[in-house]
């Protein structure tokens, strides 16, 4: 609903609404922003939106934590309703942000 998914993506897991996923092994790469505004969506319905993503997906929680406190917090609208509902609905799992993988330099210091 409301997403943009890139050419070529590969999407194991469910697209967010309102997302923008793109890549082989689909990666959420933040809001669609540009075609919600498109769609009509106001400034601060998108603004919630991605205070909500960021909440899931910028705070460095799990998921289950992250929706706790966003359901807590909020920001509360049917939208950000919407995002929780997919996300618990998710039976494959959703496509979120790859973690970075950090190189263990201690080998190569060794040599």
Known sequence: MH???GGYTVA???VLPFSKTVGNRA?????NSIGLARRGF???TIL???RAY???FQSRMILSAALA??????PHT???RLLIAFIQSAKRGVVSKRRRVVADTSEADGA
Not at 69 to 74: A, F, I, S, Y
């Open 3 to 5: 997403a943009f998914v």
């Open 12 to 14: 194991t897991k469910d």
């Open 27 to 31: 990666r959420l790469f933040g809001v």
């Open 42 to 44: 106001s400034r601060e």
């Open 48 to 50: 919630a939106i991605r």
């Open 54 to 56: 960021r909440t899931l």
């Open 69 to 74: 406190r966003l359901e807590r917090e909020g």
């Open 78 to 80: 049917s939208e950000t």
